[in-house]
């Protein structure tokens, strides 16, 4: 009601009585009541209804309802459109005046068969989230002025509802699996070594041109295993490459014949065992040639393209090195001289195995010193050693997934450690690699919970609890609440119920 509605009441009620004590105020009655939060929208809607029939004033009485939004922690508030009933001479006295001509003064007459409603759309701002909504109600007679009627909220007013939009939110719990690879670890050293020999020959001149030190890298790479006590070699492959240049029949001879010659000069210096050396040969490294040419830019070469076309052409082996030297011999000259020599190589791999480890003191060494020596189940012994999700465990999990990037149960358990810190991206990656295990399946629903995909994660959570997972009930009960959740929380009894009762 505006001031000036206000002021022509007081006058009007004045020349029709005397004043007076108040009389008894009847109890705040609610027909019904709706109060709506639209986060998206950023609205806030507010629906009551009261009828006049339930409200009983005397007759030179008023009774001003203002609802009114109260944040919790009281610094703000914002009051909404009041309504004001009025006994049968206060009304008659409205309408003298005026007051009621416009038609939605919000004045009403008490115990007429009218109601009252009170509807606004209102923006929503943040401090509503945690606030309630209440009605302050004044009363008057003739000229007195106006005067709270206490109510039992702190404000002094009649509470009707709560609004609260901070939603439930996940109690995390996790399922870790134990990996199941506990088979010894096998590493393996590999390199290129430039071993030279004499044009045309296979025998093998350890002095020849640079061949000490290319040789060298080969021992050098199977004494470093041999030195190390929780390592032993399983088999060392060389595998040799020639040149384009020439037939390929008498290249295939040479690719051939000099990687066995290295091969046994290798394993004279250890006395290996047979077997325990194997070879292979490629007669024309064609694929590095092209490797070459695609990726360096240092060598003078003027028809790049069309030279890798003539590779990747249809032109046997002899025919492809004729086509190239015959179209572009100042090309080919270039190719002889700075690039073919890199391609008579020997590739050499010294495959070797880690000792397992059995001592937990032992396992902790390896840890510190060169993870990648462990096993899958080691770096989940560590873990036991620390509580479930610490810091310390997560920093495990995560060592673990790093060394075997695609074991199945460790991207499991690195995807619950980031679940546990928030990283639902990271948590996404690992469980791209996590399998379909009961336990995997049961972290999708986790993360999908907590993108809020509450469908999806029902589902995983029914087929983990299928499998027996029985943590999955907990996060059940948990979407549940989380479908259930409404912002608002009515906190009146309204006289509308009364009326369904009676209709049942």
Not at 132 to 147: F, H
Not at 244 to 254: A, F, V
Not at 494 to 501: A, G, N, P
Request: one cysteine or more.
């Amino acid at each position: 009601m505006s001031i000036m509605k206000r002021n022509l009441s007081t006058i009007a009620a004045c020349t029709i009585c005397a004043a007076g004590a108040l009389a008894a105020t009847p109890a705040l009655k609610i027909y019904d009541i709706n109060v709506n939060v639209d986060e998206a929208t950023r609205k806030l809607d507010v629906d009551i209804d009261m009828k006049m029939d339930e409200i009983k004033l005397g007759s030179n009485r008023e009774v001003i309802y203002t609802p009114i939004i109260i944040a919790a922690n009281g610094t703000d508030s914002l009051e909404l459109d009041p309504v004001t009933v009025c006994g049968r001479n206060s009304w008659y006295a409205y309408l003298r005046s005026g007051a009621l001509d416009s038609g939605d003064s919000n004045i009403f007459r008490s115990g007429t068969k009218v109601t009252a409603h009170i509807t606004q759309s209102i923006p929503f701002e943040d401090w509503m989230g945690h606030s309630t909504v209440e009605m302050r109600q004044q009363e008057t007679s003739c000229c007195s002025p106006l005067k709270l009627i206490q109510g039992p909220s702190a404000h002094g007013n009649v509470e009707l509802a709560q609004i609260n939009t901070a939603r439930p939110t996940l109690v995390l719990d996790f399922v870790y699996s134990p990996p199941v690879d506990d088979k010894p670890v096998e590493k393996n050293i590999e390199g290129k070594a430039f071993v030279s020999f004499v044009v045309n020959r296979t025998e093998l001149k350890p002095d020849y041109m640079v061949n000490r030190r290319e040789i060298a890298k080969i021992l050098n790479s199977i004494d470093y295993v041999r030195q190390d006590s929780d390592a032993v070699i399983t088999g060392v492959h060389i595998k040799g490459f020639a040149s384009p240049e020439g037939s390929y029949t008498n290249n295939t001879r040479l690719a051939k014949g000099r990687t066995a010659t290295l091969a046994g000069y290798v394993r004279e210096q250890y006395h290996f065992p047979d077997g325990m050396i194997t070879t292979s040969y490629d007669p024309e490294d064609w694929a590095g040639l092209r490797n070459y040419l695609t990726d360096s830019l240092d060598y003078n070469i003027a028809n790049r393209a069309e030279i890798i076309d003539i590779i990747d052409g249809p032109l046997g082996f002899d025919a492809k090195d004729m086509a190239i030297k015959t179209r572009f011999p100042q090309d080919y000259q270039v190719i002889l001289k700075e690039i073919y020599p890199w391609l008579r190589h020997s590739d050499y791999t010294v495959k070797y195995r880690i000792k397992v480890y059995t001592d937990l003191a032992e396992i902790l060494r390896a840890y510190n010193s060169d993870p990648s020596r462990l096993r899958p189940v080691d770096f989940y012994t560590i873990a036991q050693q620390h509580d479930e999700g610490s810091p310390e465990y997560n920093k495990v999990m995560q060592t673990a997934v790093k060394v075997y990037p695609d074991d199945p149960m460790l991207n499991l358990n690195a995807a619950n450690t980031a679940l546990k810190n928030g990283y639902l991206t990271s948590a996404q990656e690992y469980l791209n690699k996590a399998g379909n295990s009961p336990e995997a399946n049961f972290a999708r629903g986790i993360l999908a919970a907590m993108l809020g995909s509450l469908n999806e994660a029902t589902q995983r959570f029914q087929e983990a609890r299928a499998c027996g997972i029985t943590k999955a009930d907990a996060y059940l009960r948990q979407i549940q609440e989380l479908r259930d959740f409404n912002p608002v929380t009515i906190t009146v009894e309204t006289t509308r119920s009364e009326d369904q009762e009676g209709q049942q």
